[in-house]
């Protein structure tokens, strides 16, 4: 998010708006916040490849945080903002972040979970109210307002800390090389995504999405640093982001599936009153997108609509056009960055149209932060190609499709959810004997978190014990990651070895593989 030289030749352009409220923020004035905040870090002793944290909702100094990391050799995490305190401690803590900044909204989470947080010197609270802070915490204004506007002396380029999850549900930060450099100079995948998208100073970005998500934290970063100005809606709503586009005359934008069934469910009416012939490039990914969701998105929108698959860890990325996509349905693309290899489970490559697991030569080197076994089970054993897990197979023309993912994961409406911690709560509830969580079909979301248990003897399968259990989770997961419904079993199936079998439990539930629709 470094502002580069339009601070010099446009300065009162607007870097970004806030779709709701509608205050604007310019190229200038995200120059001189994002510069004290800089100052800030230095004063604390943050330097070079240090690790602090971000955890808000979509707000006015969301951007400005990040910015002022990656101006000062930081690496920064953007905790998801639907955590609870629990799991926001335990990444505060993986990722050794020494500073925290949180919106006054998040700030009872942010309390209690820094009291599990040794490492954190201070917590900066983004509000509009003099409130009085408990120790440790200190307004973030009042912090940076003293500092110079002016860039600090020694800038480096910073960069993210994504947190993804393995099969135990446990996040793991993913480290990449951070260079020694100029952050005018940007990463090469910037400059890469920057030419596939057309990405330019007169464009106007809509980011709908939490900026915590990697897409968007990185599309608006990207758009920033090309100088455009971008539309950040605090959250999404299909109508207003419809406005939004007429409103600004909105070039680029990109959602998640979910984004567009909720739009294609507006009245026809509602939907096709507004003028949405300024977009040029609707870009998707995140979840399975429905096939008939799709095409009718591609009816309605035309030929604006891009797909692409992004392998995170192995930095594998795939990416196709609306044509393409017509031409081979359900491809997530082409590989455009990094060497693809389907290997089976002997680390041989499988023919063309055989699913097996996606190993990538990487674009870019990386490890799980402090967790060198997790980083050496996604790495080939000569070291050359890594896997998230992920299953596809590649078709004679050399289109990706995803057919699977080998550990269960469920992403369900663009979140990533990880059933082996819900699992592991279910297990331990003392009426519940075994219990497994998977990822059903909904044309909605992509998929929805669907558990199926075994009670212990005596206790019946009961609409007042579904209740009882869905309330014990909600004391210790955030929403997302909490079933939406139950079923029960007498027995549910595992190997003699313990290990459960959920593939034939989840099998009732896909069939064959194909997307059967469940209606909410």
Known sequence: MYLGEIVKSK?????????????????????????????????????????????????????????????????YTCINSYLTADEVAYILQNSESELLIVSSAKLDIAQEAISQCPLIKEVLVISDSAEILPKKFRDYQEAISTFPITPIEDELLGTPMLYSSGTTGRPKGVLRPLPKQNPAEGLPIIQFLAGLWNYREDMVYLSPAPLYHSAPQAAVGLAIRSGATTIIMEKFDPLSYLENIEKYKVTHSQLVPTMFSRMLKLPEAERNRFDLSSLEYAIHAAAPCPEIVKRQMIDWWGPIIYEYYGATEAFGFAACNTQEWLDHPGTVGKIVIGELSVLDDDMEPLPNGEPGTLWFKPASKFAYHNDSDKTKEATSEDGKLTTVGDVGYVDDDGYLYLTDRKAFMIISGGVNIYPQECEDLLIAHPKIFD??????????????????????????????????????????????????????????????????????????????????IIKE
Not at 39 to 66: P, T
Not at 458 to 481: C, F, N
Not at 482 to 491: A, T
């Open 435 to 516: 219990a497994a969580v998977f990822g059903i079909p909904n044309t909605d979301l992509g998929e929805e978190v669907k558990a199926v248990i075994q009670t212990v003897e005596g206790v019946d399968a009961t609409e007042e014990l579904t209740v009882e259990i869905l309330e014990y989770l909600s004391e210790h997961l955030s929403r997302q990651k909490i079933p939406r419904s139950i079923d029960y079993k007498d027995e549910l199936p595992r190997l003699p070895t313990g290990k459960l079998y959920k593939r034939l439990l989840r099998d009732e539930y896909w069939g064959d593989g194909k997307n059967k």
């Open 11 to 75: 300065p009162n352009k607007a870097a970004y708006i806030m779709a709701e409220s509608g205050i604007a923020v310019t190229y200038a004035e995200l120059e001189a916040s994002s510069n004290q905040l800089a100052h800030y870090f230095r004063s604390q002793s943050l330097g070079f490849q240090d690790h602090i944290s971000i955890f808000m909702e979509n707000n006015l100094k969301y951007v400005e945080a990040c910015a002022a990391a990656e101006r000062s050799g930081l690496y």
